[in-house]
């Protein structure tokens, strides 16, 4: 698949070390490299993966979790999927894989906090996507998030695993209220965490012209989803529409490190432009017994088991 992408992460005006990471990886054994684009081949038969992490946990700690968060999970992907033949794959497995690959990873991290006693207590969010047969397979931990823009639509494909936004789904709290609430940055789910980490996963059907933009809080906390979708109404390159929202955020005092990466679907393999948004959400299960994964494969089965 013709896929063109790029990337931009910056400190911000307040932090001094960048937390945040991004990653894009052919799922095909290469070592993956976080924080590095390098061109991929056209042909990707078990799918390209993207994701930005945001690391937390004080002094280096947050800025090792974020990377060792997405290599693990690039390693776990190419170990359980990207390995095996083109015709052993299913949508069931990826998404299954996908589960396994966000609790690795949060192990991973939990494992390092372990070892070093200056790192204890460090975490960070997961906002992954691996393009695979013409959809967005997603997997979203934390409050980082992926937005697909379909002209002239923004549509935010992830819900933060935030605790205000669990107050607005009860209704005890306002959209506009959680904008100032203090503890509007407080998630509710990291790797990295002694508890089984419960990942969200859903896919979209992709159509030509798509744009799927990953980012952290430092960009969507800054910039607002109007501001985002006019830059891309524009139709500048993917570097330079990151480059203004970046710029964006910067103007406004980017208080936190700010991450974005932004893909370009423009195969002419992909079906044409439709105003329809099919988005599936399914919250899945930790990957941690045999049984759960096997029920959750059978709901997945249920749920996605025609391709459009």
């Not at 891309?232 to 990151?242: A, K, N, P, Q």
């Given at each position: 698949m013709l896929?063109?992408?790029?990337?931009?992460?910056?400190?911000?005006?307040?932090?001094?070390?960048?937390?945040d990471a991004y990653l894009v990886s052919v799922l095909d054994g290469e070592e993956p490299q976080v924080n590095s684009l390098r061109r991929h081949p056209n042909s990707c038969p078990k799918g390209l993966l993207a994701a930005v992490a945001d690391g937390m946990g004080g002094a280096a700690a947050g800025e090792v979790a974020s990377r060792e968060g997405l290599a693990s999970i690039a390693l776990y992907l190419?170990?359980?999927?990207?390995?095996?033949?083109?015709?052993?794959?299913?949508?069931?497995?990826?998404?299954?894989?996908?589960?396994?690959?966000?609790?690795?990873?949060?192990?991973?991290?939990?494992?390092?906090?372990?070892?070093?006693?200056t790192?204890?207590?460090?975490?960070?969010?997961?906002?992954?996507s691996v393009i695979w047969e013409g959809h967005a397979y997603l997997c979203q931990v934390g409050d980082s998030r992926a937005y697909l823009y379909r002209r002239p639509e923004l549509v935010q494909l992830t819900q933060d695993q935030t605790l205000v936004n669990q107050m607005i789904q009860s209704g005890t709290l306002t959209p506009l209220e959680a904008q100032r609430h203090p503890?509007?940055?407080?998630?509710?789910?990291?790797?990295?965490?002694?508890?089984?980490?419960?990942?969200?996963?859903?896919?979209?059907?992709?159509?030509?012209?798509?744009?799927?933009?990953l980012c952290s809080d430092?960009?969507?906390?800054?910039?607002?989803?109007?501001?985002?979708?006019?830059?891309?109404?524009?139709?500048?390159?993917?570097?330079?529409?990151?480059?203004?929202?970046?710029?964006?955020?910067?103007?406004?005092?980017?208080?936190?490190?700010?991450t974005a990466l932004l893909l370009a679907l423009d195969d002419p393999a992909l079906p044409l432009p439709h105003p329809r948004l099919d988005v599936v959400r399914v919250e899945g299960p930790s990957s941690g017994s045999p049984a759960e994964v096997r029920s959750f494969s059978a709901r997945l089965g249920r749920l996605f088991g025609a391709r459009s």
């Open positions: 896929i063109d992408y790029a990337a931009i992460t910056h400190p911000g005006k307040v932090r001094k070390n960048n937390e190419f170990g359980h999927w990207g390995r095996f033949p083109g015709d052993r794959g299913s949508e069931s497995l990826l998404m299954e894989t996908l589960l396994g690959a966000a609790e690795a990873a949060s192990q991973a991290v939990l494992r390092y906090s372990d070892d070093d006693r790192a204890r207590g460090m975490g960070s969010t997961l906002t992954a503890q509007r940055s407080m998630i509710t789910q990291a790797l990295g965490c002694p508890q089984p980490v419960k990942a969200v996963l859903g896919k979209v059907r992709l159509r030509r012209g798509d744009r799927l933009l430092g960009l969507h906390g800054e910039v607002g989803d109007g501001e985002l979708k006019a830059i891309l109404d524009h139709g500048f390159s993917t570097r330079r529409s990151l480059e203004l929202m970046v710029e964006a955020a910067l103007a406004k005092g980017a208080r936190d490190n700010v």
